[in-house]
């Protein structure tokens, strides 16, 4: 096979890498003027420094940092480098997005081959591009949020809350389980056990075909909301959005009854209602507890391989920023979710199983957060008094 056949998938990795540079451009826009209450349209980009305007040609992404070497051009002043790797990071997030979901076909959708690109031909399947596209949105906000809050403990609800507008305008013009056919995405009974079956069963297991939304809200559809309807994608998109916030809510409030004290914000019930409008509730709930690993991961890094650093004022120098995990979280669980779905499909469609899990779950958070309890400062306890 010749060099040049590869030259149509060299060209939209470059143009997708591209369009994620400039996603990261805006984010660092979005990154140091929210948190400040500013508008992210005007005025143009300036140093916060002299506030002189910058420059176009210095705003290009990459090029325009390491040509000033991180400096500004009229007064010197030195730029964070969170700006050249936030636009780093978003371009290669989008390129292996893009390679997952378009190129290799990761979410195993049988509407179309797991190659897009013939050698002869140098659009891939439009189809993918769409889901990309839509997809390449919650990364971004993603991405968004997680910076903010790693920077400034806040998460902006103007992120959140667009990325849920986005996510439940896109479930209704790509309900599941597009881009499969409607009567081929239905999950048909088997005859010996009748109409309308839960999916549940071990016969069902690995056989929900995933979309857009990985799966509906519940199996089988009900008749008022058949697949492929805007009804099904809206429905799924709510519920997910719903539970994605109460979820935060309930865990926030049962292990601070126990813990005494603050320990979840609720921009992180935001993102995560953000999520669940995009991929559904089963991801969104599970995501909570794979978020709450990563975050760990990611605090055990930074002490290890970042000197630490003062963090915004009033905030405690042990406070854990739970965006960036949450954020990973939802990506972890979302792109393994074609072999992480089958083996949790049972307790996801049966409400009883749904039931006993949500019992054990707050059980065990309202004890950890008995145990986890900080006895009382009596130098701080006689100051009140």
């Not at 209450?37 to 705003?59: Q, Y």
Request: hydrophobic letters at 55%; one cysteine or more; glycine letters at 10%.
């Amino acid at each position: 096979m010749e060099w040049w056949s590869y030259l149509p998938v060299a060209f939209w990795c470059l143009l997708v890498f591209a369009y994620g540079l400039a996603w990261g451009s805006f984010i660092n826009v979005l990154v140091a003027r929210l948190p400040l209450e500013k508008s992210i349209v005007w005025p143009s980009s300036r140093c916060f420094s002299c506030f002189t305007r910058i420059r176009f040609t210095d705003n290009i992404p990459i090029l325009g940092y390491l040509r000033l070497r991180g400096r500004c051009r009229a007064c010197g002043a030195a730029f964070s480098s969170r700006y050249l790797w936030v636009e780093v990071g978003t371009g290669v997030a989008f390129l292996a997005l893009y390679g997952f979901e378009v190129l290799a076909n990761g979410h195993g959708i049988a509407a179309y081959k797991s190659a897009y690109f013939a050698l002869d031909m140098a659009l891939p399947d439009w189809r993918a591009g769409v889901m990309f596209a839509y997809h390449s949105f919650l990364v971004a906000c993603l991405i968004a949020a997680a910076v903010i809050d790693a920077e400034h403990r806040i998460i902006p609800p103007l992120v959140p809350y667009t990325g849920l507008a986005v996510g439940l305008l896109g479930a209704a013009l790509m309900p599941w389980p597009w881009p499969n056919p409607a009567a081929a995405g239905y999950v048909p009974s088997p005859p010996e056990l009748g109409p309308g079956a839960p999916w549940s069963l071990m016969e069902f297991w690995g056989k929900v075909p995933p979309g857009v939304q990985p799966w509906p809200f519940w199996g089988p559809p009900p008749a008022w909301a058949p697949p492929g309807s805007w009804q099904l994608g809206l429905t799924t998109a709510a519920v997910g959005a719903l539970a994605g916030s109460l979820v935060v809510r309930l865990i926030k409030g049962l292990f601070e009854l126990g813990f005494g004290r603050e320990a979840l914000g609720l921009g992180d019930a935001d993102l995560l209602m953000m999520a669940g409008a995009f991929l559904g509730w089963q991801i969104a709930v599970l995501s909570l507890f794979a978020g709450a690993v990563m975050a760990l991961v990611l605090k055990v890094l930074g002490a290890v391989l970042v000197r630490a650093e003062p963090g915004p004022a009033g905030s405690d120098a042990r406070e854990l920023p739970f965006g960036p995990g949450l954020a990973l979280g939802v990506v972890v669980t979302w792109l393994s979710w074609r072999w992480v779905g089958p083996n949790v499909q049972f307790p996801l469609f049966d409400l009883q199983a749904i039931g006993l899990v949500v019992v054990v779950v707050c059980v065990g958070v309202f004890a950890a957060g008995l145990l986890l309890r900080r006895p009382a400062d009596p130098v701080a306890a006689a100051a009140r008094v």
